[in-house]
């Protein structure tokens, strides 16, 4: 919740939108926080069904070798479960190796690409490799304490995650893991801001209530990269 009083509220400029802007920083927060608990999970090994370590790091135009490791991740996925891999996230850091690497660009634009410059993009990695999405988790979180310095951490580290996700969820539908969330008697729908003041200490009170848990449902149908 964030509390703002009256008198700041009142005598912002209009354009300011101060409520709304205090409302959308309770959201931001809620979700960074959503991001950072996946984070931990995906990158957790006892929630995958394999991983590896990379030896040669994809930031190695040489000895990398991106496009292996990716099927190799892949053909876990599908010869253990059947399921065909659907969903490919990448760190911030795994991402700019990935996207830099002449394998990538040769196998995403061809040999002998004449379009000039400019990144590899998620689409088109997404369909070079005939998944259904290309994620790049680039949340980052300050572990520093309250009043100090900001220490700035990247939340996924160097980890690139292969998954199988439903893309419609279902009592016997395989997915690595899913999203619940439930709504509480009273208390509004999730991520919906409810508005009250205090007159007494002359404050305007913004809360976002979020009912929310995470779970892994099929560790098999999933296959982590890290430090790639």
């Known amino acids: 919740s964030q509390e703002v009083p009256v008198e700041i509220a009142y005598n912002a400029d209009t354009g300011l939108n101060i409520l709304g802007s205090a409302a959308n920083f309770i959201k931001d927060a809620l979700s960074l926080a959503w991001e950072d608990r996946l984070a931990v999970t995906l990158t957790t090994t006892t929630n995958m069904g394999s991983s590896t370590s990379l030896t040669n790091r994809w930031s190695d ?122 709504t509480v008697p009273g208390a509004p729908a999730p991520m919906t801001v409810d508005r009250y003041d205090i007159r007494d200490r002359r404050v305007t009170v913004l809360e976002v209530s979020h009912y929310q848990d995470e779970r892994v449902t099929g560790t098999d149908l999933g296959y982590l990269i890290v430090n790639a």
């Open 61 to 182: 135009p040489i000895a990398g070798s991106p496009v292996d490791d990716l099927y190799t991740g892949f053909e876990s996925i599908r010869l253990t479960t059947g399921q065909k891999p659907n969903l490919i996230i990448f760190s911030g850091i795994a991402w700019n190796n990935f996207r830099k690497h002449p394998d990538i660009i040769d196998y995403v634009r061809g040999k002998g690409d004449t379009r000039g410059g400019g990144p590899v993009k998620q689409a088109d990695v997404a369909a070079a490799f005939e998944v259904d999405r290309v994620l790049i988790g680039a949340g980052v979180k300050n572990t520093g304490d309250e009043d100090a310095p900001g220490v700035y951490t990247d939340i996924w580290s160097s980890a690139c995650i292969i998954l199988h996700a439903a893309p419609t969820p279902g009592l016997m539908v395989p997915s690595h893991g899913y999203t619940f969330q439930w």
